[in-house]
């Protein structure tokens, strides 16, 4: 069982910048994929970063050119950077593992608030 835990959150205000990491258990080279999700107050989780195991990226339109996610298999981290932050930013963020196998396995993380204000 990989255990993820998140951390780097916390209170920035509008403008500012945070980098968030991802921290595995065990190697996270095998992986198929890692993701950043985000999950504001009243409103459905959604997935906005995601780094495959070849190192290619994709993000939701609303991150674009302002978070990078990017991964240190050395580390077993994964990273987000994420600039230019915006109140809508707020949100809890979570970071899952993909791997597939004989069977699909996914990993959560228990999550880092991010919460943008001035």
């Known amino acids: 069982q990989v255990q993820l835990v998140e951390s780097g959150g916390g209170l920035v205000q509008p403008g500012g910048s945070l980098r968030l990491s991802c921290t595995a258990s065990g190697s996270i080279f095998s992986f198929n994929s890692m993701n950043w999700h985000r999950q504001a107050p009243g409103k459905e989780r959604e997935l906005i970063a995601t780094?495959?195991?070849?190192?290619?990226?994709n993000y939701i339109d609303s991150v674009k050119g302002r978070f990078t996610i990017s991964r240190d298999n050395a580390k077993n981290t994964v990273y987000l950077q994420m600039n230019s932050l915006k109140p809508e930013d707020t949100a809890v963020y979570y970071c899952n593992a993909i791997l597939i196998k004989t069977k699909l396995f996914i990993y959560w993380g228990q999550g880092t608030q991010v919460t943008v204000s001035s």
């Open positions: 780094i495959h195991s070849g190192g290619n990226t």
